[in-house]
């Protein structure tokens, strides 16, 4: 799910993955939006953020 950076930190999410594209010093994520998957997953271990791109692979995008 490709979803709008933006310039400050959304501060509903902490995240400590620094090496996503989104991920903003202070362990904050930029992004307008996360999704969060998959469904009926029975421990936080099972889940991912969807919305999660490496950062050496969104520098190619931009
Ligand atoms: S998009 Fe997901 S993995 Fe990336 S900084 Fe935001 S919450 Fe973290």
């Known amino acids: 799910m490709k979803v709008n950076k933006m310039n ?10 620094n090496t996503c594209h989104y991920y903003m010093s202070g ?10 998957t998959p469904r009926n997953a ?3 271990q099972d889940t991912d953020c969807a919305t999660f791109i490496p950062e050496d692979q969104a520098q190619g995008n931009m």
């Open 8 to 17: 400050r930190p959304n501060e509903g999410i902490k995240c400590m993955v």
């Open 27 to 36: 362990d904050y994520c930029s992004a307008e939006k996360i999704e969060v």
């Open 42 to 44: 029975s421990d936080s």
